[in-house]
């Protein structure tokens, strides 16, 4: 199971996610934390990382203390770069400092390798490639 929190800020997770606004992220933290425990399956948090928006820190230091104490791994998405897009990836350095913050908080977090990059197939540039395309 992953959940995509991309924002440890409720507000700014509604402006990132549309669909956000159905749970708040504690009310979901706490239905995965049971789902895990039942399912005895891990929990992926996936959190997209945007330069300037999500990538501080702060916002590394919030995600943490969201966290602590819950048994999730936390996955660090690296922005696929699509020209129709208006938010620009974290630099690779941002995104291990990001990662520091979590693992030295006592969360588990890694970074996953993009794929799909070569063929515009990432994360959210296909649906953006064909929504151009049908304009």
Do not use: W
């Not at 699509?82 to 938010?87: D, I, L, N, T, V």
């Amino acid at each position: 199971m992953a959940y995509s929190l991309h924002s440890p800020d409720e507000n700014m997770r509604k402006r990132l996610i549309a669909y956000s606004r159905l749970l708040s992220i504690e009310r979901a933290l706490s239905l995965l934390e049971e789902y895990q425990t039942n399912a005895r399956r891990i929990v992926s948090i996936e959190y997209l990382m945007l330069e300037g928006i999500n990538d501080s820190p702060e916002h590394a230091r919030k995600l943490a203390k969201l966290l602590y104490g819950r048994p999730f791994l936390v996955n660090l998405l690296p922005l696929n770069p699509a020209s129709q897009s208006p938010f620009m990836p974290s630099i690779p350095e941002k995104i291990r400092q990001f990662k520091q913050i979590l693992q030295e908080s006592g969360i588990n977090a890694t970074i996953r390798k993009p794929r799909g990059l070569d063929i515009e197939a990432a994360c959210g540039q296909l649906r953006l490639k064909t929504l151009d395309e049908a304009s």
